[in-house]
């Protein structure tokens, strides 16, 4: 008989609902009392345009794509009139959700709602690493009307291997950025809001990887489908001190859940990790998993990379090492001024962020992946072959090889995180199925 | 006025129903049904004690439960007495298979496959490759036919049943003729640049303007289409004996070409390999007749 955790939902829940419900709101209602809105990738460095004001509303791209793939018929009309504009099927996933927003003009809420008129943006501020980023808000612009853009070119490699000229690289175009904006804005520009948010920043992202690295626990404290809602703010709006607080709220109450051994899940029998973004318009994979098998998903180097801290690649980059990155004050940092600011915001991302060391080579995507597993002690992994991003693409097929190598059972099925057009459903519940009978695991509802 | 052309359908492939004449299925005690509803062909397995004793093996159509429906009176209609209510347990698998409204119950067309591939080529099989006609599938299996690993490659119709019937189509020669005639070449030519059927089709057609030779462009194609397929089974690793199923393996241009690739021989059937999931369904659903009556 299988062993009964207790289980118990989450007392910030709600809160965590309420941050990204009402900044989708904020957003669009930031003209209202003369507000700053920008747009760019969740990626871009978010901290930089807090020194315009404590009224500037971000809006980031990919959690947006993400909201619109998740309802699905107002995702159709906004990929159809997307490419009715000629734009590819192959493109970035959240990029044609996105585009296809401001091209039927109209938004979409946290709820569903949707609202008549995109709001755009005083400028589009974003950072370049994959081949899309740029590009997108370059066309968003033109397709708003001729908004300005600033893109900043991050690619300078993995982590372990930076250095100070590739450092001052990008602090040189975060400084630039700074007169940009001021200049589209009229606004001037305060440091003492930059290195609040970038102490921010900071706060949030290691934060993350605190609660993540309590998932290694048996059973599981939380489990991924919630945590896609846990990690949103990060992607919204990490920079806000508000969110720092919230997580700092979820990394108590995980503790005390690991504490009183309250799982996710109340069947844990089968820990597996993924390792993309998901099809958002069919989470229910994970609840089948649940319900039917007793698996509990405890993340994926997405879920924890794309905006957690980590130390990641050792100096000589033969180890991958899944331990939370330090924060300035950790770190026995203080940062006083605009040039100790960006300067940090530039290292602890480009050092920390396991979403911009992997692209680099898949040897370091291999050893992350691996590392984790071993980690999270997970039992196998199921890859989401994604062919809604480009980036996070690279290399899956080599790590699944490597890991079987390596004697962990791996799933493929193939899908797009954001366009529900390519998710086939009799398709993958047939791979999960099949899967799981060739571990030996028995479906719970036939037993 | 302008005539009507007659439009013939080069990919049409001929459809099957069989029944051993030499049984009575009257003398059995278990009588097993498997269904595999693909997305192109549906094979309806009828089994008497665990012994093949008739199947159909027909196109699918727009409808699910039509085509499933056809294939099962099909079948019964050519043995004649047999009526639904005397078959003891179906079992429905394939693309498919949450379809079958009549079915018992499904089982995933993997697990199916495994077994079914251990009934038509002997417990030595370790491997099989299953070609069907909208996907692939690399099945690693032990000595009962149980599924330890696979790979699935959907999406795409590089060596698949579609990709194939595209071709037939383009070059207007019917479906069983294209892969012994891409083996009337003294050497392959190098392959097609793309294992996408798309794109192929558009370098088949440059190549036709060239005047090249069908059997030569069909080399070219199976020869691209063959070197994905390798691609998957190397993922899940080779190990004999290999067999291969679905409808594409009756296609000897890509068996020939896939087993020089691997320089491994591919076993042969004794059965009609495109049953193998069906085969599998009703032996799973003979084990689950007995063992409801045991209960
Ligand atoms: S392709 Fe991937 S990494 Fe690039 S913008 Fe789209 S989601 Fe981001």
């Known amino acids: ?447 | 006025m302008a005539e009507a052309v007659e439009q013939k359908e080069y990919w049409r492939w001929p459809e099957t129903i069989w029944v051993d004449e030499s049984k009575n299925w009257h003398d059995a005690e278990v009588i097993s049904c498997g269904i595999d509803l693909g997305s192109v062909s549906t094979q309806t397995v009828i089994m008497t004690d665990g012994e093949l004793y008739a199947y159909s093996n027909l196109r699918t159509g727009s409808s699910s439960l039509d085509s499933t429906e056809r294939a099962l009176n099909a079948v019964l209609e050519k043995i004649g007495d047999m009526k639904r209510e005397d078959i003891h347990y179906i079992v429905g698998t394939g693309y498919g298979r949450v379809s079958i409204p009549f079915a018992n119950k499904t089982i995933t067309e993997i697990a199916c496959h495994g077994r079914g591939a251990v009934y038509i080529y002997g417990n030595t099989v370790r491997t099989i490759l299953d070609m069907g006609g909208q996907d692939l599938k690399a099945i690693k299996v032990d000595s009962r036919g149980k599924v330890v690993n696979f790979l699935m490659n959907d999406k795409c119709a590089a060596g698949t049943g579609r990709g194939i019937e595209v071709m037939a189509d383009l070059l207007s020669i019917p479906i069983t003729e294209v892969g012994p005639l891409s083996l009337k070449v003294d050497e392959d030519p190098e392959p097609v640049s793309t294992t996408c059927v798309v794109f192929a089709k558009s370098e088949v057609l440059g190549l036709m303007r060239k005047g090249w030779p069908k059997e030569k462009i069909l080399a070219a194609f199976f020869r691209a289409m063959a070197s994905r397929v390798v691609e998957l089974l190397e993922r899940v690793g080779v190990e004999p004996d290999f067999a291969i199923t679905g409808g594409i393996s009756k296609n000897v241009g890509m068996v020939k070409r896939i087993e020089k690739m691997l320089g491994v021989k591919a076993l042969e059937p004794k059965i009609d390999p495109q049953t193998a999931g069906a085969i599998g369904a009703a032996l799973f659903g003979r084990a689950l007749y007995i063992k409801s009556q045991k209960k």
């Open chain 1, 1 to 447: 008989m299988a062993k009964e955790f207790k289980i118990e939902p989450l007392k910030v829940w709600d809160d965590f609902k309420k941050y990204r419900e009402k900044y989708y709101r904020d957003y669009l209602e930031a003209k209202d009392n003369g507000g700053i809105r920008w747009a760019g990738s969740a990626w871009a460095f978010d901290a930089v345009p807090a020194g315009l004001g404590e009224d500037v509303y971000p809006l980031t791209g990919e959690p947006y794509g993400a909201t619109v793939a998740f309802f699905k018929d107002f995702s159709l009309q906004a990929l159809e009139a997307a490419e009715r504009k000629g734009v590819a099927r192959d493109l970035c996933g959240y990029l044609r959700n996105y585009w296809g927003s401001i091209i039927l003009d109209k938004y979409v809420l946290a709820d569903g709602t949707i609202v008549e008129g995109f709001p755009k943006p005083d400028f589009n501020y974003t950072i370049h690493i994959c081949c899309t980023h740029a590009k997108w808000y370059h066309r968003a612009g033109e397709l708003e009307g001729g908004i300005p853009t600033y893109a900043v070119d991050i690619s300078v490699g993995p982590g372990y291997l930076l250095d100070d000229k590739k450092i001052d690289y990008v602090v040189r175009q975060l400084n630039d950025s700074i007169e940009w904006m001021e200049k589209v804005t009229g606004r001037e520009y305060d440091d003492e809001l930059l290195i609040k948010a970038v102490y921010a920043e900071a706060d949030s992202m290691t934060t993350w990887a605190k609660i993540c690295k309590l998932n290694q626990n048996v059973p599981a404290p939380l489990e991924e489908k919630s945590m896609f809602t846990l990690y949103a703010l990060l992607v919204l709006h990490r920079a806000d001190p508000r969110v720092a607080e919230l997580y700092h709220k979820l990394y108590e109450e995980t503790q005390d859940r690991v504490k009183r051994g309250i799982g996710a899940i109340s069947n844990e029998q089968f820990r597996f990790l993924t390792d993309n973004p998901p099809p958002w318009a069919f989470l229910n994979i994970y609840r089948y998993m649940e319900r039917e098998y007793g698996a509990v998903s405890l993340g994926s180097i997405y879920t924890f990379g794309l905006e957690g801290a980590w130390l990641g690649m050792d100096e000589k980059g033969e180890r991958w090492i899944w331990e939370p990155a330090p924060t300035p004050e950790e770190a026995g940092v203080e940062i006083t001024n605009r040039e100790e600011a960006l300067r940090w915001t530039a290292e602890y991302n480009l050092r920390y962020r396991p979403g911009w060391q992997h692209p680099y080579s898949h040897k370091i995507r291999k050893l992350e992946t691996l590392q984790m597993i071993r980690d999270w002690k997970a039992d196998a992994l199921i890859m989401h072959i994604n062919r809604g991003c480009e980036l996070w693409a690279l290399s899956e097929l080599e790590v699944r090889d490597y890991l079987v190598k390596h004697g962990i059972p791996v799933a493929t099925y193939e899908s797009n995180m954001a366009d529900p057009r390519d998710f086939d459903e009799a398709r993958t519940w047939n791979v999960i199925d099949s899967f799981m009978e060739s571990l030996g695991r028995k479906k719970l509802s036939k037993q």
